[in-house]
């Protein structure tokens, strides 16, 4: 079947605009996380949802960063008043059996 | 709190040449341990993965992993590498405690397979 998808796959934002990241994950899995990916760094975790429940965001670096999944399926990381360090590729994954994590291809956001 | 090290960025090694990519953790509770492949510009593949049992494990492309609880690693090694596996590696852990787990990962090990 499908994998994750994202869109976009790339986005170029100027200081201070809000973008919005969408995720699709993979149908019937219920754990939906999202990470970080700083250039020449490994993924760092932002959030996780449980269904449409959001168990943990102690990822998310400032107030600037929101994500939701309001009926357990699509989620989206919005990211306020971009700032040039928020620059990075966001990974979402997927997963049905909360161990094992199916990744999507990622959204690179540029902020100029 | 969780931490994985990579202590190697690169590693250089010719085609059909065995290699071993190195990873330790660091965790005060018992975890789940993963490698996975990310080519360029694309998201992260699973290679294989450590729950329980057996702790020498086999994952796609002829890659395997050995668990050494005692020395806290879980290197990856292959005994014959192809131009193909030119990628960035990242050894992952989580919480084996139950429930999902965001995973923690290393800094990656780039891969470069020299003809």
């Known amino acids: 079947g499908a994998g994750v998808s994202q869109s976009p796959r790339y986005k170029v934002a100027k200081r201070g605009q809000d973008v919005a990241l969408r995720c699709d994950p993979i149908?019937?899995?219920?754990?939906l996380f999202w990470y970080q990916q700083a250039l020449g760094q490994g993924p760092e975790f932002l959030t996780y949802?449980?269904?449409?429940?959001?168990?943990?965001k102690s990822g998310l670096p400032s107030d600037r960063f929101f994500a939701e999944r309001p009926e357990g399926s699509v989620s989206t990381l919005k990211i306020q008043r971009t700032q040039q360090e928020d620059s990075a590729v966001y990974l979402c994954?997927?997963?049905?059996?909360?161990?094992?994590?199916?990744f999507g291809p990622g959204t690179r956001l540029t902020v100029l | 709190a969780q931490s994985v090290t990579q202590l190697d960025s690169q590693v250089p090694v010719f085609e059909e040449a065995p290699v071993e990519l190195r990873c330790n953790y660091s965790?005060?509770?018992?975890?789940?341990l993963f490698w996975y492949v990310q080519y360029p510009n694309q998201g992260l593949q699973l290679l294989l993965k450590?729950?329980?049992?057996?702790?020498l494990v086999k994952g796609i492309n002829g890659f395997e992993a050995e668990f050494n609880k005692s020395q806290t690693s879980f290197h990856l090694r292959k005994p014959s590498v192809h131009i193909s596996d030119t990628a960035e590696y990242f050894c992952?852990?989580?919480?084996?405690?139950?429930?999902?787990?965001?995973?923690?990962f290393g800094k990656g090990t780039h891969l470069i397979i020299q003809p």
């Open positions: 994954a997927s997963s049905e059996s909360s161990v094992e994590q199916f």
């Open positions: 149908s019937g899995h219920v754990s």
């Open positions: 949802f449980q269904n449409e429940a959001q168990l943990d």
């Open positions: 965790s005060s509770v018992s975890v789940y």
């Open positions: 450590y729950l329980s049992g057996s702790t």
């Open positions: 992952a852990v989580s919480d084996s405690g139950g429930g999902a787990d965001g995973l923690t």
